[in-house]
Nanobody, 116 residues
């Protein structure tokens, strides 16, 4: 069955870095666009970063541009989110999704907490 499993979250101090990974299985990863979303308490889920199926195009929310980098390794069926210069406002549950219309698959989410 389709599975997306996030890893790499945790607690980090402001200014620190984390690298999230999302391992995919059960579908043809290389033909899906991949996204990272996040949802903070009391807020709506927002799209943080997106990458096309071949990895040629990326897009970022304004709030993370210049700090976060999305990448993928189609040989490993994995998408990454490198997060640098983290701020307390980056605290949220982070979700990866795989999208190819009309389908979108979701991971279970992973907590990222930025606090001193």
């Amino acid at each position: 069955q389709v599975q997306l499993v996030e890893s790499g979250g945790g607690l980090v101090q402001p200014g620190g870095s984390l690298r999230l990974s999302c391992a995919a299985s059960g579908f043809t990863f290389s033909i899906y666009a991949m996204n990272w979303y996040r949802q903070a308490p009391g807020k709506e889920r927002e799209l943080v970063a997106a990458i096309t199926s071949a990895g040629g195009t990326t897009n970022y929310a304004d709030s993370v541009k210049g700090r976060f980098t999305i990448s993928r390794d189609n040989a490993k069926n994995t998408v990454y989110l490198q997060m640098n210069s983290l701020k307390p406002d980056d605290t949220a549950v982070y979700y990866c999704s795989a999208k190819r219309r009309p389908y979108e698959h979701w991971g279970q989410g992973i907590q990222v907490t930025v606090s001193s």
